[in-house]
């Protein structure tokens, strides 16, 4: 297939094969942040490969340093090539730059990302996508979010994926209920984890990101006993959000406001029997 704005990348060091995880994320670096789990299931399989959707071409990333007077299209180019050195240390399949300004993916009104989302989707035919959590902070990554959501809502069920998960991002997951939270074991590969993170220098010149990215994943297994695996050192989280796509009446927006609720009869309960 061919994209509208961007380009299809096909890493050198990638697998072939069938695409059963896929991340469909807001900004390059997003990918090697929130959907590690994917990424290490298909880099590790013999038979499946894993595949990056990057819709935007990130140009609302913070800078600084030497790239505060970079260009803008000297700026996209360093972040995808940034996106581009990460395909290759995981090995993924490949890489679809769909290149959409932010202010798109955050138009309610743009039905051309949802309808190459569905293009793409049908192309890779993945088992388990993984995307941004709806309870996420960051605008662009919600909408993100929505509008795959609002795609695989308009597939058959055949053509969906079995799975879809909102990952932790720029909010964390640790106040949401136990019952509720999926928990990736990810203790393998630390190498290969500081290398995915490392290679976006444009952005670890801002923040560090890789010390941060690592030190939630030993937070979230130390800390939130209750959810974690079994002599696990590290996990990610994220919500399952697959009932969205089976249950199409029900409103996103219901669906992410009850882990709220949950939160709020939780703490409701332990004041009462404090207080």
């Known amino acids: ?46 038979k499946y490969t894993f595949a990056c959707v990057v819709t935007t071409d990130g140009l609302d990333a913070e800078r600084c340093g030497r790239y505060l007077k ?14 581009k050195k990460a395909a290759n240390i995981g090995r993924y399949n490949s890489v679809y730059f769909m290149n959409y300004s932010s202010e798109e993916a955050r138009d309610q009104d743009n039905q051309d990302i949802i309808n190459e989302y569905v293009e793409i989707i049908k192309e890779l035919k993945p088992r388990v996508i993984y995307t941004h959590s709806l309870l996420d902070r960051h605008p662009t990554h919600v909408a993100v ?9 308009t597939m058959k069920k055949g053509d969906q994926p079995k799975v879809l998960y909102g990952c932790e991002s720029e909010r964390n997951l640790e106040w949401v209920a136990p019952e509720k939270i999926v928990t990736f074991n990810i203790s393998k590969n630390m190498r290969l984890q500081r290398q995915l993170i490392s290679v976006h220098k444009s952005q670890n010149l801002a923040r560090d990101y890789v010390n941060a ?6 937070v979230n297994a130390v800390f939130n006993k209750v959810e974690t695996k079994k002599n696990a050192k590290l996990t990610a989280k994220a919500i399952n959000m697959t009932t969205l796509l089976r249950r ?5 927006k219901r669906f992410a406001m009850s882990f709220i609720d949950d939160l709020y009869g939780e703490l ?4 009462d029997r404090t207080l």
């Open 213 to 218: 990215a690592i030190g939630r994943r030993y």
């Open 70 to 83: 970079m260009t803008d299209k000297r700026m996209v180019n360093i972040l995808a090539n940034e996106e």
């Open 145 to 153: 979010a929505v509008k795959v959501i609002n795609a695989l809502r």
């Open 268 to 271: 409701n309960d332990m004041m």
């Open 248 to 252: 199409k009446e029900y409103p996103i």
């Open 1 to 46: 297939m061919e994209l509208s704005k961007g380009s299809i990348y096909t890493p050198r060091k990638g697998k072939k094969g069938p695409v059963k995880f896929v991340c469909i994320c807001a900004h390059p670096d997003d990918c090697e942040l929130m959907a590690i789990d994917g990424i290490q299931r298909g880099y590790r399989a013999t």
